[in-house]
């Protein structure tokens, strides 16, 4: 900018300071030449009045060569027929007839009379003055011709010329000096601005010009001022934003995908790389998303993608083989123009095993309760019907209703105290500290007389007595349910066996038996609601399914695990670990 305004000012300066010094030489010699006539007139009159008439009437020529001598100008006299009486300037020799000379012509006329011409007398440019002389009569009687060398005005007007170079070459530099300071002092402050207009361009904001201008300088000054400040605090708090959404975006279990409408990668989540199983460190971010991920899904999702009328959409589809999504579809708008997609997974595959269990739960429920409550209401209804008196029969038929009674009972109340574990908060649970030796030995006497009546001894295995905090209830619902499956799965004479013993973190307890063993398809499942692994012979032994899934909870409430490990044949080990309590 500071080249743009110097160099046509700079121009502008030379172009005006060497016009006026053309001018000024014009005017100046036009000045000089006046002066000069001027000057040879007033000697022209001088001469005519005082020299000349005594040179006529005596012809004395000593005042007149005096004069031409003082002032160095060559006086020539013509008489009325042109011939030169008297001529200043020696050695000319006989002069001719100046009679029809411009100059003369014009004095003869009566005229004062200026000519610039070339002499070929004195072979140079000069400038004559020509003056007519009369006499006491008032006769033209002769002409007085004053004559200076043009070159001599030459050498004043180069000298002028110099003077007024020097003087126009002194004004120009002074001037772009001058020029050049202001301009500098002028744009020094647009030069900081720019710079500070610049840092604030590449991101550095915040900062303050310090500058104390009151005109439009300033102005633009506390204008930037104000800019940096607003885009400090504007993107600081879109920074903030943004951080925000970016930790919101990668803590979600969602996946969270934005693509453009060339479905490329704009922002892919970690929850959509869990999902996909896209590694943390591939780079996807402009890619197609077709290049990231190729599933059979993908290509239904293609499909909602191309139809722009459908501004939200969602499906299911399932994906590796075992797992389901649930995919939200919105589009991207900016004033009424699509831009893009955004893509959201949702694993919906535990909500649908959730809800699977839960109609299993419900139509288990339903089916166990049905098959007590038909039974009790067919036998009464038969009594009823037909009037039975025969008390052997009755007995028989009481029997029967006495025990669909109890397994309807024993398995409502395995079903409320599922649920209480299930919600571990909607009751007080009590906590106290139980030795586990003596709780042990105390389960063994309730369960005697199950386990005498298949010919079981009870085996209790401990190092040393154990203590840990737990509920009473929870902890005998646990052990009884556990032991009482052993008794009821063993075969005849087998022993059922309860080892206690403890590590530096847990407590570990085995309850082992030497029975029928679990088929390993069925082991992962028993701790579910209702499953039986021989569903005949579960209900012959009085089961209501419902016992593992109680022993899961508890062992879960109390921050423990719960393992399984069995074989056809040889029996089953139910190995519980429960942490110890802190000190």
Not at 431 to 455: G, H, M, P, T, Y
């Amino acid at each position: 900018m500071k080249k743009r305004l110097l160099v046509p000012l700079i121009i502008i300066i030379v172009v005006s300071i060497s016009a006026i010094g053309l001018f000024t030489s014009i005017s100046y010699r036009q000045s000089y030449y006046a002066d000069t006539e001027n000057n040879i007139k007033k000697s022209s009159n001088y001469i005519v009045k005082y020299l000349l008439p005594d040179f006529l009437e005596t012809g004395n020529k000593e005042s007149l060569d005096h004069y031409a001598t003082s002032t160095s100008v060559r006086m020539t006299i013509i008489n009325l027929q042109g011939d030169v009486i008297y001529e200043s300037t020696p050695d000319l020799g006989n002069l001719e007839n100046h009679k029809n000379r411009p100059e003369i012509l014009g004095a003869l006329a009566g005229n004062v009379t200026t000519e610039v011409r070339f002499s070929n007398t004195v072979k140079d440019e000069m400038i004559y003055v020509a003056t007519p002389y009369y006499d006491e009569n008032n006769t033209l009687t002769a002409v007085l011709r004053i004559s200076v060398p043009v070159n001599a005005m030459d050498d004043a007007m180069f000298e002028m010329i110099n003077n007024i170079i020097f003087v126009m070459l002194t004004a120009i530099l002074a001037t772009i000096l001058l020029i050049t300071y202001v301009i500098n002092r002028e744009l020094k402050p647009l030069e900081d601005a720019t710079v500070f207009a610049e840092k604030i361009a590449s991101g550095k904001y915040g900062q303050q010009l310090t500058m104390i201008r009151e005109d439009q300088i300033g102005e633009l000054v506390e204008s930037l001022n104000q800019m940096s400040a607003q885009l400090n605090h504007s993107f600081t708090e879109m920074n903030q934003k943004n951080a925000e959404l970016t930790s919101i975006l990668a803590n979600m279990n969602h996946g969270v995908i934005a693509i453009d409408m060339k479905n490329r990668i704009v922002h892919l989540n970690d929850g959509a790389r869990h999902i996909l199983r896209i590694p943390m460190k591939e780079i996807v971010v402009g890619k197609n998303i077709l290049e990231v991920y190729r599933e059979s899904f993908i290509l239904e999702l293609m499909t909602h993608l191309e139809n722009e009328e459908c501004e939200k959409v969602n499906f299911e589809s399932r994906i590796h083989e075992n797992r389901i999504l649930r995919i939200y579809i919105n589009q991207i708008k900016e004033d009424e123009q699509i831009n893009g997609h955004i893509i959201i997974l949702e694993d919906i595959t535990f909500l649908k095993k959730l809800e699977t269990m839960r109609r299993d739960f419900v139509a288990n429920v339903s089916h166990e309760l049905k098959t007590p409550i038909t039974t009790i209401r067919g036998f009464i209804e038969t009594i009823q019907e037909n009037h039975i008196t025969d008390p052997q029969t009755l007995e028989r038929f009481y029997s029967i209703i006495y025990d669909e009674s109890d397994r309807l009972s024993r398995l409502v109340n395995d079903i409320l105290v599922l649920s209480q574990l299930e919600n571990k908060g909607g009751f007080d649970r009590k906590f106290e500290v139980l030795e586990l030796n003596v709780e042990i030995k105390q389960i063994f006497d309730i369960l005697k007389f199950s386990a005498e009546a298949k010919e079981i001894t009870f085996l209790l295995t401990a190092e040393k007595p154990l203590k840990l905090e737990l509920v009473a209830d929870e902890f005998r619902q646990m052990m009884i349910n556990l032991i009482d499956n052993a008794i009821k799965y063993s075969e005849p004479g087998k022993p059922v066996e309860v080892v206690l013993a403890e590590n530096e973190e847990q407590v570990i307890i085995k309850v082992i038996d030497q029975g029928y063993g679990i088929p390993e398809k069925d082991v992962e499942r028993i701790f579910e609601r209702f499953y039986r692994v021989d569903k005949s012979r579960s209900k012959e032994k009085g089961g209501t399914g419902l016992g593992l899934a109680i022993v899961k909870h508890i062992v879960y409430n109390n921050g423990g695990t719960i393992k399984v490990d069995s074989h056809i044949g040889e029996g089953t080990e139910f190995v519980i670990e429960l942490p110890k309590n802190e000190d």
